[in-house]
């Protein structure tokens, strides 16, 4: 039925990708999936444990018959280290950028693929892997817990103002993260990471002089302080669209070059056709000015290095050591461009969550009657105040996030905003309380 409903070709090719990640169920769902496809008379390529990333990046290249590139685990590696590699030029080492940073794998298969991709990478860039492997996924550690719990993951070793990073258990979100002298947290999220790229790429794009336009995507979690920055010292255009990062890859295709980023690290950058074909082409240009030729070059090694099919923390890691390495920077000095408004978020349970609604990319609620003119109240009381709620996609509970001058602002401003939500939505269990 749903195959007439749909108008499916039985008699088409069905190729379908199976991978698996390091949970213990895996290679029991893995084998369902395979055994399901197989009855169907569905083709089966099975690439094994992979991270969530790679696996569409081989869908994307088998789709194109291998133009956007090679379908393999040796292939995707391959590709991008190269270009990094490429980029990095014969000098590791610039300015205040030291090439090592330290790795918390989040106990997942990201650990497992930056253990082979370090064998591409060579002297490049040194990596000390944490959380490998050994212990339970995510469990303390990870992308997610970093940035959500605001503290470094446990299991990687404390060392002043090293540049680290931390990835989630199947790899496609990442932040940067350094603990100071006093053990303070400082995170580099994913608007930092969007903002750090799009500095970067517009001058690229600026010295190029091909024409072609850059444009940022976020949702309503970006920090207010980094949407400032692109809009008031980048000067470039950002769009807000609801949180899921298909809202933001749909929205980020409009631009030549598209930068989305979710907060929580989940991003990448994409080029158009027009803006791929215009670079490679202008790249085969030997007797274009040296300095513009060299921008352009630039940009078609880092189209290389991307992996412009879905957020990917490995690809994109690489994307961020070049952008540090190429203006000479230390961590710090990356965290140097704007100061994060602090912010909080918190979960509330209710009987539906599905009574709240939403409208302008989630940034205000229209469900139950009177929570947005309750938000509206807590928000003016405090300085730079922002303050949103939204049922979750991926879990029963409402969503809140609150920012405003000062952590304990945000904090009060997303428990006042809870706890409307937990009285006029129908809360369950304990009334809210900061975590
Ligand atoms: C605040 C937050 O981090 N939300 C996450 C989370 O979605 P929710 O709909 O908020 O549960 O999981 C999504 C899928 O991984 C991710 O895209 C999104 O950013």
Redesign the pocket.
């Known amino acids: 039925m749903l195959a007439e409903a749909e108008s499916i070709d039985w008699e088409a090719r069905a190729l379908i990708c199976v991978g698996q990640d390091t949970r213990p169920s895996s290679p029991d769902l893995a084998q369902a999936a395979i055994t399901g496809i197989t009855v169907m008379g569905g083709e089966v390529k099975d690439y094994g444990v992979v991270t969530t990333p790679m696996l569409h990046y081989f869908v994307a290249s088998i789709n194109t018959d291998g133009i956007y590139a090679e379908a393999t685990e040796d292939g995707y590696f391959k590709k991008m280290t190269t270009a990094f590699k490429k980029l990095r030029g014969d000098k590791p080492s610039n300015g205040n950028y030291v090439p090592s940073i330290l790795f918390d794998g989040a106990n997942g298969v990201g650990a497992l693929k930056m253990k082979v991709c370090l064998s591409y990478l060579g002297d490049s860039l040194q990596v000390q892997l944490y959380n490998d492997g050994n212990g339970k996924l995510n469990h303390l550690c990870g992308a ?1 817990y970093v ?2 719990q605001q503290c470094a993951p446990h299991g990687v070793p404390r060392i002043t103002n090293a540049r680290c990073v931390s990835v989630d258990g199947d790899a ?2 990442i932040v940067y993260y350094y603990t100071d002298e006093c053990d303070k947290l400082h995170l580099l999220d994913g608007d930092r990471i969007a903002t750090l790229v799009a500095d970067y790429l517009m001058e690229l794009v600026q010295k190029s002089n091909l024409g072609l336009q850059l444009g940022l995507v976020q ?1 309503a ?1 970006a920090n207010g302080s980094s949407t400032n920055y692109i809009s008031k010292t980048l000067k470039a255009p950002v769009a807000c669209v609801p ?3 298909k809202h933001l890859h749909q929205k980020a295709l409009e631009y030549d070059i598209g930068i989305y980023f ?3 690290g ?1 991003g990448t950058v994409i080029f158009s056709d027009f803006a791929t074909k215009r670079i490679c082409c202008a790249a085969e240009e030997p007797s274009l000015p040296k300095k513009q030729l060299c921008a352009i070059r630039t940009l078609a090694a880092i189209i290389e290095a991307i992996n412009q099919t879905v957020g990917d923390a490995i690809s994109d890691l690489l994307i961020l050591e070049t952008v540090l390495h190429a203006r000479g920077w230390s961590i710090q000095d990356w965290e140097a461009a704007y100061t994060d408004l602090p912010n909080r ?1 918190l979960k509330v349970t209710l009987k539906d969550r599905r009574v709240i609604e939403t409208t302008d990319a989630e940034r205000k609620s229209v469900a139950p009657p009177g929570l947005q003119d309750q938000i509206n109240l807590f928000v003016r009381n405090v300085p730079n105040g922002r303050a949103f709620v ?6 029963d ?1 409402v ?1 809140v ?1 609150a920012e405003a001058d000062t952590q304990a602002n945000a904090d009060q401003l997303a428990l006042q905003v809870a706890s409307a939500v937990y009285q006029l939505a129908g809360g369950v269990g304990s009334p809210p309380a900061l975590e």
């Open positions: 997610d940035k959500v496609d979100r949702t979690y949180t899921g990062v979710e907060a929580n989940h978020q939204r049922p979750s996609g991926t879990e509970i969503r996030y």
